[in-house]
């Protein structure tokens, strides 16, 4: 057998495992506080539709289904936490705060703190094209990591995860998702600031993917700097560092 891959059976899919790809699965593991019994769970949430049809695995062989499953655990475990943490908070502002917390840019955010992307098996044109940065891809591979834990290792575990990588910080989730709404606020409430403005300072990439950079100013200066793959999510990471270096200053 080749020293350098094995031949392995996962989910029904006949692929090559290279020892570099085992050694950044158990990587990943040590990083996120979970020994998977099954590992081929782990690799299939981590493996996008982009890979599973470039090497021609078989249906079903990606992570959504993981995906579909994490997200019902988050939502209940995310929901649970916050009926009972915040006691006196009525139906709606409970349903308002957990959209914010479940939403695609918060999860993405979330997976900074694992890098994520770097772990992804993605197809070489999604690779390319920026996939390890895409919002969409990283938060789906989160859910997808969440359903795998779930199914390997049962609701407590996959609760401990969220609780850790999610629900730690569940003002700072808000402060991210509500960062252009919470800096214009801030902005309007101090009357000798200037003027808030986003200023687009650099584009770059081909049409089909992308790479915006901008500024939030204030009165002409900048206070943080954001990138996106559009200019709406640039603007949200400019207006959250912001935010951070605001808060510098005032302690």
């Not at 981590?46 to 939502?75: C, I, Q």
């Not at 979330?110 to 094209?129: H, I, M, P, S, W």
């Not at 990138?227 to 302690?251: F, P, S, V």
Request: glycine share 8%.
């Amino acid at each position: 057998m080749d020293a350098v891959a094995v031949s392995i059976c996962l989910c029904n899919s006949s692929l090559f495992y290279r020892r570099n790809d085992m050694e950044q699965l158990k990587e990943f593991q040590k990083k996120i506080g979970y020994q998977f019994q099954q590992e081929g769970l782990l690799r299939q949430a981590l493996t996008h539709s982009s890979y599973a049809n470039e090497h021609r695995m078989k249906k079903l062989s990606d992570n959504e289904r993981l995906e579909f499953l994490g997200d019902a655990v988050l939502e209940i475990v995310t929901s649970d936490f916050l009926y009972h943490e915040h006691t006196d908070v009525p139906e709606g502002e409970l349903t308002r705060v957990r959209a914010s917390i479940v939403c695609e840019q918060t999860l993405a955010f979330c997976t900074r703190a694992l890098n994520l992307g770097d772990y992804l098996f993605l197809g070489k044109g999604e690779d390319q094209t920026g996939g390890r940065k895409r919002k969409s891809i990283l938060s789906d591979a989160f859910e997808a990591i969440i359903g795998a834990i779930y199914l390997d290792g049962g609701f407590a575990n996959a609760k401990e995860f969220i609780h850790r990588f999610v629900l730690n910080n569940v003002e700072h989730m808000q402060l991210f998702y509500d960062s252009k709404t919470i800096l214009q606020e801030i902005v309007q409430g101090d009357e000798h600031s200037g003027k808030l403005e986003y200023v687009l300072v650099e584009e770059s990439g081909p049409d089909h993917n992308k790479n915006y950079k901008v500024e939030a100013r204030i009165g002409n200066k900048s206070y943080g700097c954001g990138e996106g793959h559009t200019k709406k999510a640039a603007e949200q990471e400019a207006a959250y560092q912001a935010i951070l270096e605001l808060r510098k200053k005032d302690k």
